[in-house]
């Protein structure tokens, strides 16, 4: 029987597959799919931060050829909040038709791109392979490309190409911006000093969008930070925590912050609270370190913003600031930072980098670390399976030009690893994804479909 992909599409999304939950839940429901398709099916299994995660390995042999890689991340970000999901509801996880689109957690970045090419797999099933194909359901990429690493380290052999699933608007991909989270963590040696005063809460507003194109947002954090060394010019004695962000790859649309004041303040774009409570602790010196931080990330984004390539949007290097927790005696900061090609985007974040190790502010203790940092990606110029792929946009009468990507992809990953990689998908990544009301349209879903078909056709069969 072939596959129902609005059906498989509606229990596909109805799966809660956060990178912070296990992949076995979607594995699980993928595998008989793939079996029914006349896939060979494996789990590559792993324990991450105290959780097991796996990849799904769909295969089907083939002769003596390197593989084909048709790869698709499993994984999303947080909804956030439901209210915000208009179209479903306020359910991201219930799948909405309207209007030719479908709507829903994962809809564009990216589960239903791997029942496309399961789909295209199966029309294909009777065909002889002269090189074999692997369908791979990978875990973690929203979140470090784990996944991604994981099949590059346990997969024998090698592939010798790969398609990577994410949303290009079925437009080819040969080239993406580079990747590196910074994360700091301080701590108050000193611990907190109490400030018996009226406590308020702060509520900064502002738009979500992915962290790779920060100018189709609003950062809440941003707002926060900013408003933090005028609020305690203008009479606020203390600030008692803050929180904004959940994940660093989300420009973050809400951000609180908790201040001691004898009379009610007032910030730019912040609503303005009493907060119960007794008399919370607070550290100067903490506040001092953090407003630091922020004055050297905003001098880097300047900084970044004088190098620019026109073939990206925004065309400039950006930072993110995703994840912001302060309390009374320590703060963990995370920021995003996203490269251009070239010597000098990469020279300013090691500058920036020295300058934050290099940080000293009496009484705290600042730990820095430099997590999943990816070059930027460029296919090779004799990709073989660019070609392929192009060459079947062609005959399908889909857009020739190419889609330079300002996010990061697991293709750096099989890059890295010497396969042949080109990125490509279904739906539209600018304002779309790690976005309330995420959708792709019903048409991209089948026409991705007889794209997959045509390039496994090209150099497969």
């Known amino acids: 029987m072939a596959l129902d992909l609005l059906s498989a599409a509606r229990d596909l999304i109805a799966i809660d597959s956060r990178s912070s939950l296990s992949s076995g839940a979607v594995a699980t429901f993928l595998a008989p799919l793939c079996r029914a398709a006349g896939l060979e099916v494996r789990l590559q299994r792993e324990l991450r931060d105290g959780v097991e995660q796996c990849n799904l390995i769909a295969s089907r042999p083939g002769a003596d050829l390197g593989a084909l890689l048709l790869a698709t991340h499993l994984d999303t970000v947080p909804p956030g909040d439901p209210e915000f999901w208009t179209v479903s509801g306020g359910r991201p996880f219930g799948l909405t038709e309207r209007d030719g689109e479908l709507y829903g957690l994962g809809s564009a970045d990216v589960k239903l791109d791997f029942l496309c090419k399961l789909a295209a797999l199966e029309r294909l099933r009777d065909e002889t392979l002269r090189r074999p194909v692997v369908l791979a359901g990978t875990y973690g990429e929203e979140v470090g490309r784990f996944g991604a690493a994981l099949l590059v380290r346990a997969l024998e052999p090698l592939p010798a190409m790969a398609l990577v699933g994410e949303p290009t608007a079925l437009q080819a991909c040969p080239s993406h911006k580079g990747y590196a989270e910074v994360h700091l963590a301080a701590r108050s040696l000193a611990g907190g000093i109490p400030d018996p005063v009226p406590l308020w809460r702060l509520r900064f507003t502002g738009v979500a969008a992915h962290s790779s194109q920060p100018d189709r947002g609003v950062s809440a954090s941003d707002l926060l930070l900013d408003a933090l060394p005028a609020l305690l010019r203008s009479g606020v004695t203390s600030v008692v925590r803050a929180h904004a962000g959940d994940v660093v790859n989300l420009v973050t649309p809400t951000a609180e912050v908790v201040v001691g004041s004898p009379s009610e303040p007032r910030a730019p774009h912040a609503a303005v609270a009493p907060q119960p409570g007794g008399t919370p602790t607070w550290s100067p010196p903490l506040v001092e370190a953090l407003n630091q931080v922020h004055l050297m990330t905003a001098a880097l984004r300047r900084r970044l913003a004088t190098w620019t390539d026109d073939a990206f ?129 019903l048409a991209h879903l089948e026409a991705a479909i007889d794209v997959y078909e045509g390039v496994v056709r090209r150099l497969c069969i």
């Open 313 to 441: 949007r925004p065309p400039c290097s950006t930072v993110n600031n995703g994840v912001l927790h302060l309390d009374a005696d320590r703060f963990v900061y995370v920021c995003d930072v996203r490269l251009l090609p070239g010597d000098d985007p990469q020279t300013a974040l090691d500058s920036y980098l020295r300058d934050l190790a290099g940080l000293d502010v009496e009484g705290v203790a600042l730990t820095l670390e430099t997590r999943f940092a990816a070059p930027p990606f460029a296919a090779r110029h004799d990709s073989v399976v660019l070609a392929a792929l192009r060459d079947t946009l062609a005959d399908l009468g889909l857009p020739a030009t190419d889609e330079i990507k300002s996010g990061t992809t697991e293709a750096t990953v099989y890059a890295q690893a010497g396969i042949d990689t080109v990125v490509f998908g279904p739906g539209v990544a600018t304002g779309n994804i790690h976005k309330p009301d995420e959708r792709v349209p």
